[in-house]
């Protein structure tokens, strides 16, 4: 399976932070094979995510001139083992990490300028091809109690129907902040509400509901011309991947979108300093609660306990 990351924004709510530094690679807690709380990039737990859901090649969309810093990280680096193999348990979660990445067929796409994430997404037709892909912004994590379960589930749904898209939505206090989806009951998908979705809207000055899309989903690649046809029609300053979804719905695509609920999930974006002071103590709590007491022995499961089903 195919799966996208994107890490080409410009963090202009985190200035002047990200200046230099990209917001993607700031540090959420994670609980490490040994048990303990350890700390991971935001990209490396979306890039967790996707893997996790069955993605075996994934296309990172980065900026040029971060372009060496994102390979740098996702690159396997033996010398750095070997150099630090007297601190041998210090090294387990990196290790695992770098079995990961061996196991992954790793392609990147370039960004020339920010040009909005669905420009972003258009970089990596050249990589996905005709293959429906998953898509993950690599500047939030969904926190599950089994990472990838939700974009399985997502992924299944879009095959199994042959889908344009398959959303997650999730209930919203301001929503003129995001993009906005309408629909219709449509049922349930396991433990999932499902929408049948009518209308999608990027910012509405007044929106008609309180679902907000979060930056995860399963698209066709008819996504891609969806896009490609915005871009020409519309010739917008920068193209949400948002309008590319109102394109195919308009040109009679069916879309999905599953519910998020504090009981299957939270999806934390540390696209500002407040998100990420949230996502950073709440990532913390959550791996401190999985840890192991002391005296007992550890069990090997890296991934984080995520909010309880109470």
């Known amino acids: 399976m195919q799966g996208v990351l994107t890490l080409a924004g410009e963090g202009t709510r985190m200035l002047p932070w990200t200046r230099g530094l990209r917001k993607e690679f700031l540090p959420l807690y994670d609980r490490g094979i040994r048990g303990e709380p350890v700390l991971k990039p ?33 690159t396997i680096d033996r010398p750095f ?25 790793l392609r990147y796409a370039v960004q020339p300028q920010p040009s909005g994430f669905g420009d972003a997404v258009l ?43 398959v959303l997650l939505v999730r209930k919203v206090a301001e929503p003129s902040r995001y993009g906005v989806v309408e629909g219709s009951e449509g049922g349930r998908e396991g433990e999932y509400r499902r ?19 979060t930056a995860l989903y399963a698209f066709s690649s008819r996504m891609f011309p969806a896009l490609r046809a915005v871009a020409r029609s519309e010739r917008p300053r920068e193209l949400e991947v948002t309008a590319g979804i ?45 840890a192991p007491r002391r005296g007992k022995s550890p069990r090997l499961n890296h991934r984080l306990k995520g909010p309880s089903a109470s």
Not at 89 to 103: A, V
């Open 81 to 105: 083992l070997r150099r630090h193999a007297h601190h041998r348990e210090r090294l387990t979660d990196t290790e695992r990490f770098y079995q990961q990445l061996h196991e992954l067929r």
């Open 42 to 74: 935001v990209a490396h737990l979306a890039l967790e995510s996707l893997t996790s859901a069955g993605a075996e090649e994934i296309t990172l969309v980065v900026r040029n001139r971060d372009l060496t810093m994102v390979q740098n990280y996702f």
């Open 123 to 165: 970089r990596a037709e050249p990589c996905v091809g005709v293959e429906p892909f998953l898509l993950h912004a690599a500047d939030a994590v969904l926190l599950e109690a089994e990472r990838g379960r939700t974009l399985r589930t997502m992924a299944a749904l879009r095959e199994r129907e042959g889908l344009d898209a």
């Open 195 to 213: 929408l049948d979705v009518t209308r999608i809207v990027e910012k509405p000055a007044r929106p008609r509901s309180r679902w907000a899309a």
């Open 246 to 290: 109102a394109r195919m719905l308009a040109d009679g695509g069916r879309v999905v979108a599953l519910v998020l609920t504090p009981r299957l999930g939270e999806w934390r974006s540390v696209g500002s300093a407040a998100g990420y002071l949230e996502a950073l103590t709440r990532t913390r709590r959550l791996a401190e609660r999985a």
